[in-house]
Each structure stands twice: as C-alpha cells, then as structure tokens.
C-alpha cells in the first residue's frame, strides 16, 4: 500500500507545481520517511535529512510528523499491507470501477495486479471499468483553467452498479 503513498504524493506534489529536479529532492526524501514509517529503522538518518530539507520551500507539503507520532505505530500494518494474496481468494463476481483522473491509485497498476491474482486463484469472472473524467472518489471535479462547478458524482455511477450486479445475479434468490 505504502507504493500508493508515493504515487499519491509525487501527484500532490506535481500539482502544487513542484518540477524537476526538486520533484526528485522532495521524492527521495518523502520514500525514505515511508521506509521509516513503515519498518522503524533509519530514524538518525532521516532526522539529518529532514533537518537540510527543513528549509525548503516543499519541505512543508511532505507534512512529515515528528518522531513520537501515533502515525508511526498506525503506518507498518497499512503501508506494509499487500492486498494482492486476498485477491486470490475470492471467488465471486468482482466489479472494479476506477476513475480515470485518479490521483491516489495508478489505475493500470492496480487493474493488472487484482486481474492476475485473480486469475492466479482461478476467478475470470471480473470486469474494470474506467469512469471517464472521475477522480479516485468517482466524482467529477472542476480541473484547473476551466470554469467552477460543484463536483458530483459521476455520470452514470450508480446506473453501472445496478444494471452489473442485475446481470451477474438475476435469478440466484
């Protein structure tokens, strides 16, 4: 989960306006905080490089916490967790649905990986579908440069959950 982080992160970061090589600067130092995070090991040297980077201008967007914080109790069982073994288990009809402007999962990644431990447990039965313009929470958003609108959610959303599960399981009562 924790390669979620990264992939969330450099996206926040790359929005913020954040460009090479700073991008990297920041990255390098926001994936050894996770290897900390994450293990418990690497602290000296993490506090010496938070110390240099303290004085940067996207220091402050990392929003590192400091050593003591609940997050570091919390983060192993998260970012050490590896959902793909659990895919291989199920059995059912699965519906992924991904937004295609999502900035917390890579959507080709997380496709390719649930579809081969699904196949690795034997289940064929599974359909990905890319909700276009939607973002991680299905949602449409305004994008930068075009005019406001409330976000929604997307177009067609709950039509698609209905009309899926009504196919996959018509006449199982």
Request: charged share 20%.
């Amino acid at each position: 989960m924790y390669e979620q982080d990264v992939y969330r992160t450099r996206n926040e970061l790359v929005e913020s306006g954040l460009a090479e090589p700073t991008l990297s600067r920041a990255m390098n130092l926001y994936e050894q905080w996770l290897t900390v995070a994450r293990t418990g090991a690497g602290w000296d040297d993490l506090e010496r490089a938070m110390a240099e980077a303290r004085g940067e201008r996207w220091f402050r967007l990392l929003g590192l916490p400091p050593k003591g914080n609940w997050i570091y109790t919390w983060y192993p069982t998260i970012g050490n967790f590896h959902p793909l073994p659990l895919w291989e288990r199920v059995t059912v009809p699965v519906l992924l649905v991904y937004g295609e402007r999502d900035q917390n999962t890579p959507v080709d990644a997380s496709v390719n990986g649930i579809g081969q431990a699904l196949h690795t447990g034997r289940n064929t039965d599974y359909t990905p579908v890319l909700i276009p313009g939607a973002a991680h929470n299905l949602t449409i958003q305004p994008q930068p440069g075009q005019p406001f609108f409330w976000w929604h959610v997307a177009p067609g959303y709950s039509d698609l959950l209905i009309s899926w599960v009504r196919l996959r399981f018509a006449g199982t009562r």
